[in-house]
């Protein structure tokens, strides 16, 4: 049974629309290229409202060959151990300024630095681009001496799903793979095949048609199952160990139980969190409530536990 603090948050999220003294919620054509542009003054608008950032993190921002990137360090935190950080947004929204406060709660609980990047946007720039990024962006630790053994990846949605889709195309160009990965609410069937994109419509917090729209803006002409674009349909074995995590209550529920399940049978070790009635991207909202302060602590606990394994891949 959820706790009093989540079911009050979830509702409060459910009827947002409220707070804007909008008594129906706004149907948006999503194709829209000025609704993108509105969404994405809205995720910066509510980051700056809502983004204040825990007591002793430090940031410092950095270039890499043109793509604005940033340091998260907390006072405690052991610099020669890094979090990559994927931000999410549908690939078509996100900055280091919309996700800086959610990176440094991973920061201060996991006492581990993070390097958060700003990947290139859809539809300005479609499939290749996010990956060619995230890519450069891990290649710039390697090179700044960084060891595979001490970078573990964490993404949420959109990011979620690109840690998945680097994984993958890391392993095939014979890359040194990462200690491990968390992937919470993860993009991984940009076909929106799966059954919770029906049963879950009603109750998910996400708007309608916000998924698919996304899918044509970021992969543009390209097969929407492409392994690179929607991971689910990769082959998956070789990967680092994996912690997943997923709300019941959201439409994108199944692309973590069918991915996680297919991971499983090729060997990759996957742990696998569903939260029952819970939301997109819970895990982010701690300290607000017990289920999200419990799925941090465990996810920056792995994030320790295996980047002091110290495996290589």
Request: neutral net charge; hydrophobic residues 45%.
């Given at each position: ?7 009050m ?6 009827n ?29 608008e ?15 921002p ?54 958060l ?42 990011g ?72 689910l ?11 997943i ?69």
């Amino acid at each position: 049974m959820l706790s009093l603090r989540a079911r009050m948050i979830k509702l409060l999220m459910k009827n947002r629309n409220l707070f804007r003294l909008r008594m129906k919620k706004e149907n948006v054509d999503w194709n829209d290229y000025e609704a993108i542009l509105r969404f994405r003054r809205d995720v910066e608008e509510g980051a700056g409202k809502f983004g204040k950032l825990p007591e002793g993190i430090m940031i410092s921002p950095v270039d890499i060959d043109n793509m604005p990137a940033e340091w998260i360090f907390y006072t405690a935190a052991q610099k020669d151990r890094v979090i990559l950080y994927f931000h999410g947004g549908g690939y078509v929204t996100g900055t280091c300024q919309s996700h800086r406060a959610i990176v440094a709660k991973f920061v201060k609980n996991s006492g581990v630095a993070a390097l958060l990047f700003e990947y290139r946007l859809a539809p300005e720039h479609r499939f290749p681009a996010a990956l060619d990024d995230a890519l450069a962006a891990y290649s710039w630790l390697l090179d700044q001496g960084m060891g595979n053994s001490n970078i573990v990846f964490v993404g949420d949605s959109a990011g979620g799903g690109l840690v998945l889709a680097a994984l993958l195309a890391l392993r095939d160009q014979g890359m040194p793979l990462p200690a491990a990965a968390v992937s919470y609410s993860p993009v991984t069937d940009f076909k929106c095949s799966g059954e919770s994109y029906r049963t879950k419509a009603r109750v998910c917090l996400a708007p309608a048609g916000l998924a698919s729209a996304c899918a044509r803006h970021y992969a543009g002409d390209n097969d929407l199952g492409l392994p690179y674009i929607s991971p689910l349909y990769g082959e998956l074995q070789g990967l680092p160990p994996l912690l997943i995590y997923v709300g019941e209550d959201e439409t994108l529920r199944d692309d973590s139980i069918r991915f996680a399940q297919k991971a499983e049978a090729a060997g990759v070790e996957v742990t696998l969190r569903v939260g029952k009635g819970l939301f997109h991207c819970y895990p982010a909202i701690a300290p607000l409530f017990p289920e999200a302060t419990r799925a941090m602590a465990e996810i920056c606990s792995f994030i320790r536990e295996n980047i002091s394994r110290g495996r290589l891949y």
